[in-house]
């Protein structure tokens, strides 16, 4: 993969992203959760924190930013499949690691701007093992607060809350599959597959290792949803951020979508061309 600087026109910044940005219909007082690539946006000065600082130029604290902000390997060791562990290590693992700490514990293969993201003033992040999200603006207490521990990206997760605000989805160069809110969508249809997962996170200041449900997500199917969503014209803002390819949906619209689809591939077994 060719470095960023060898496919960048000229050099990216935080005035020219912000730009950017507002061309593709980003503006002041939205709810926003985006996902990212830093790479994606070609050289970019300053790097991820110039993307953070852009978003939050746009946006400014009259609305909200969220970011999913994941620790997948803060997990039970015996779902690990890349790599795998010995079984022989798991009492260990499960004794020793650390609980998951909102203010510290990195997130992990979520993105340099995710990471940047969480560690500037006012960012407040929730108390999930796995499936945190941080934001910062307007209305972070009410998306963050109260984020189940069961069903992590359901009704009672940030993503429930953004649903409820009439938020919006910002693709920063990542396709659908990419796409946290569609799993929002997986918890709606009739009698979801579940399965069990658990983690250590801090409970009345103590650490605790608890397992919880969740549902057993099929975000290889998203892109094919995405792909249908837009053939069949339902909104979505489409433009270039920096060099990547960027899109601006309405979550709501998508997460409706979303659930009609898979009811309908479910009771079909088979791919849906409208929904």
């Known amino acids: 993969m060719s470095s960023p600087e060898l496919h960048t026109d000229y050099p990216k910044t935080r005035v020219s992203l912000a730009e950017d940005l507002r061309l593709l219909g980003l503006k002041k007082g939205m709810t926003v959760i985006v996902h990212s690539s830093l790479k994606s946006l070609g050289w970019v000065v300053g790097g991820p924190v110039a993307v953070v600082q852009a978003l939050m130029d746009v946006i400014t604290e009259e609305g909200t930013l969220i970011m999913p902000s994941h620790t997948a390997h803060y997990s039970d060791p015996a779902g690990w499949l890349n790599p795998p562990v010995p079984k022989d290590w798991w009492p260990t693992i499960i004794e020793e690691m650390p609980a998951f700490d909102p203010a510290v514990t990195p997130t992990y293969f979520m993105g340099a701007i995710v990471e940047a993201f969480r560690t500037f003033p006012g960012v407040l992040r929730s108390n999930h093992p796995t499936e945190s999200f941080a934001a910062w603006g ?138």
């Open 138 to 275: 307007k209305n972070k207490e009410t998306i963050i607060n109260d984020h189940s521990v069961d069903f992590g990206l359901g009704e009672q997760s940030p993503l429930g809350k953004i649903y409820e605000l009439q938020g919006h989805v910002l693709l920063l160069g990542v396709g659908y599959d990419s796409n946290t809110s569609m799993h929002l969508a997986e918890h709606r249809i009739p009698s979801p597959k579940t399965e069990q997962n658990a983690g250590p996170y801090f409970s009345n200041g103590q650490r605790v290792w608890k397992s919880f449900t969740q549902i057993s997500y099929r975000e290889e199917l998203f892109e094919e949803i995405g792909e249908v969503y837009e053939r069949n014209s339902y909104p979505v803002k489409k433009g270039k951020v920096g060099m990547a390819d960027c899109q601006l949906i309405p979550q709501k619209e998508l997460v409706d979508f979303t659930e009609k689809w898979l009811c309908q591939y479910d009771q079909s077994n088979k791919p849906i061309e409208h929904a």
